[in-house]
């Protein structure tokens, strides 16, 4: 009897292994909790049809916007746990429970992260009617002003959380303005309406390289390929660094086997040269990690950032 059950148990294992083996067996969706043409979008849609060719099956991107994320991130939080629901999302997913704690997922607990695959620095950039030299120079009249303002293309993102991350490693205060979306930021501050912002270097460079703004630092830990002379935030405030990155999760109890090969694969789609050349050319580092290590990221990223709302009472509006 013993053997008959050790038996079946040993049967059951080997159907599971080879199910596994089998996967993907139909079309995927990832799922984009944001508009298309949009950042993440733009990088979905490459990432989707390379993934595609590598496990030989279609990929299929559904964008499901709203403003944080929510919708699109609760949809696949909810969806089977089989490896053919994801999630493509920015660091959006992770910071926006610390703006709103009901939000219908907990990004930690509802999720297995497949990996992070990018991240990108941000950029300070500032009016050239601020005339500012440095970031130095910045704070410096900070601390002897509270009139320096900083555009916050929204409320709730990676820039704003950078921009409070600033005033409280420096000790100084900014007024923050807030907008709906970075195209009317912009506007005001190549005008000189505003004086400061910290975006994203694809949107924030095209205004650099035409000569409407001046870059004055990047928030990343090291200085930017694309950027070499361009100084981090890290250089005058050691240990300052703030990143949007893009992580690749599926439902919370996916096989293991499962998420390592979409993580394989996923890998094999993101070293294409393809990839690789977008990701350059939009100052993106290539992460793509494992799981254990993405689930590590995912959770000191969650917590730093809402340890930072709290300490410096952000407030979504």
């Not at 970075?182 to 650099?208: K, Q």
């Amino acid at each position: 009897m013993k053997k008959k059950i050790i038996g079946v148990l040993v049967a059951a294992l080997c159907g599971t292994s080879a199910i596994h083996a089998e996967f993907p067996e139909k079309a995927i969706r990832i799922v984009v909790p944001f508009a298309a043409g949009g950042g993440v979008d733009a990088l979905a849609r490459p990432f989707a049809k390379e993934l595609g060719q590598i496990l030989g099956q279609s990929i299929v991107v559904e964008n499901k916007p709203s403003n944080t994320g929510q919708i699109g991130a609760t949809d696949i939080a909810r969806s089977n746990a089989d490896g053919y629901s994801l999630l493509l999302s920015s660091a959006a997913f992770g910071t926006t429970p610390a703006f709103y704690p009901q939000v219908p997922y907990n990004p930690i607990k509802d999720f297995s992260p497949v990996m992070i695959m990018a991240a990108a620095p941000q950029v300070l950039v500032a009016s050239k009617k601020f005339n500012a030299g440095s970031l130095q120079d910045v704070l410096a009249r900070a601390k002897q002003s509270d009139k320096i303002n900083f555009a916050l293309s929204a409320s709730t993102g990676i820039q704003a959380l950078a921009t409070a991350m600033l005033a409280q490693q420096a000790k100084v205060d900014f007024m923050k303005i807030p907008y709906k979306g970075a195209g009317a930021a912009f506007v005001d501050l190549i005008s000189g309406e505003v004086d400061l912002m910290i975006d994203n270097p694809a949107s924030s460079l095209v205004h650099v390289r035409s000569g409407k703004l001046q870059v004055l630092a990047t928030t990343g830990a090291k200085r930017m390929d694309i950027l070499p002379d361009v100084p981090t935030i890290a250089e005058t405030l050691p240990g300052f660094e703030a990143r949007n990155w893009f992580v690749l999760a599926a439902p919370a109890g996916t096989p293991a086997a499962v998420v390592d090969k979409l993580n394989d694969a996923s890998r094999q789609a993101l070293n294409s040269p393809a990839m690789k050349e977008m990701l350059a050319r939009d100052g993106l580092d290539l992460i793509a990690d494992r799981p254990p290590e993405a689930a590590t990221f995912l959770k000191a990223e969650v917590e730093k950032w809402a340890t930072l709302v709290k300490t410096s009472n952000l407030q979504a509006q």
